[in-house]
């Protein structure tokens, strides 16, 4: 075991910390093979946002570290300013320069020239939000509807195609976010992403556990082609989202447009899930009615029963096979930002879950081209 120590990160170790981090090491894991304590490393991680500071890096015409070493040792030795120069081969202009800049012949040290050198390199460049507050205002009030950077980027390209002003990185947000010395953004914003973290950090994967066996279940590979390639709307996918293990709700999302109804359910039984499935869907018109396709949850039980009332086939995905409909595991992550884990569910009301689906149905998506589920919907039923 290493002794944990509290002296400043070298240069080595700090490029070792932000290298484990990059790779999905844990803090608690970088703490061990660095020797620190954890609580030390937390914290560096959380001053700078999660984002590794830029390297240093050094122009080729730039005087290097070991160069001003020799300049030193040159002085000490008495060395004239031409004749270190042609030991360097470097111009004598060069070293002269070098030389008055940081204390004279008699003052000069390797040490504090080099250090006086990297801070002058320094060029901090101003965030592009805090160069517009025009910017700055439209990303807030976006971030505060509960928009993610990537959907709000994607939205101001599109809203404002010829300005580039007005044009901003996911990026660029995260970091004003994150990093809260910029001074951009305000923190409290941080509490509107999905995510709730504090920091950039790598996605984790998610095991995924098998479900139960439906008896005479259609397999997703006999799914019609056009719910394949998304050509046609009324395909839906679906799943219960789960709070505590007693309280769920329904999920259904269009394929074609992302479309989400959320619909009010007591338990995950199959005699609760059916009718309260049926009257979702039966609220749709005609043509948004061809097929859904659920996991193997033991609530479909029923499924004959729900194909005969809505006339709407459904179709099952292949045991542990979650990402066969991607697109609702999808839309269950972004409802996790209003509906976490471990939550009651139960407490929301059907005009609750509404508002919620509404929100998401108005904010734009990477894959609709950053158009809302509900402009692409109307599209299509025009």
């Known amino acids: 075991m290493r002794i944990r120590t509290n002296k400043p990160f070298s240069a080595s170790e700090t490029h070792d910390l932000w290298a484990r981090w990059r790779s999905g090491e844990s803090a608690t894991q970088i703490a061990s093979a660095l020797g620190r304590w954890i609580p030390v490393v937390w914290q560096r991680l959380l001053r700078a946002g999660g984002f590794a500071p830029r390297e240093h890096t050094r122009h080729p015409q730039h005087l290097s570290e070991g160069e001003r070493e020799e300049i030193s040792r040159g002085l ?22 070098e030389i008055r800049r940081n204390g004279g012949t008699a003052c000069y040290r390797s040490t504090c020239a080099e250090q006086r050198a990297r801070e002058n390199a320094k060029r901090p460049k101003v965030c592009k939000l805090a160069g517009s507050p025009s910017l700055q205002r439209a990303v807030a009030k976006q ?12 939205w101001l390209r599109r809203t404002y195609p010829g300005d580039s002003s007005m044009h901003v990185s996911p990026e660029t947000i995260y970091r004003s976010l994150f990093v809260q010395t910029r001074g951009v953004l305000k923190a409290e914003l941080r509490d509107h992403l999905r995510s709730q973290q504090r920091m950039r950090v790598g996605q984790a994967n998610r095991s995924q556990k098998p479900k139960g066996q439906i008896r005479e279940a259609v397999s997703i590979r006999e799914r019609p082609a056009e719910a394949e390639d998304r050509a046609v709307p009324g395909h839906w996918e679906g799943d219960l989202l789960m709070g505590t293990p007693s309280s769920c709700i329904i999920t259904l999302v269009e394929r074609a447009t992302r479309f ?11 005699d609760d899930v059916i009718p309260a499935l049926i009257k979702s869907i039966q609220r749709l018109p005609a043509e948004l009615r061809r097929s859904l396709t659920w996991d193997r949850g033991v609530e479909l039980v029923a499924h004959k029963e729900f194909s005969v009332a809505t006339d709407v086939a459904v179709y099952f995905c292949d045991p542990a096979s979650p990402w066969q409909r991607g697109t609702n595991e999808n839309t269950n992550g972004l409802l996790r930002q ?5 939550i009651d569910i139960s407490k929301y009301s059907q005009a609750e879950l509404n508002v919620i689906a509404k929100k998401l149905n108005q904010r734009p998506r990477k894959t609709l081209d950053f158009a809302s589920p509900a402009e692409a919907l109307n599209q299509l039923l025009q």
Not at 338 to 342: H, K, S
């Open 338 to 342: 209003y509906l976490p884990n471990g």
């Open 143 to 154: 971030l505060s509807h509960d928009w993610s950077p990537e959907q709000i980027s994607g």
């Open 260 to 270: 989400v109804i959320l619909g009010k359910v007591d338990s995950k039984t199959t």
């Open 76 to 97: 000490a030795r008495k060395m004239g300013v031409r004749e270190i120069a042609r030991a360097l081969g470097r111009c004598p202009s060069t070293i002269s320069r």
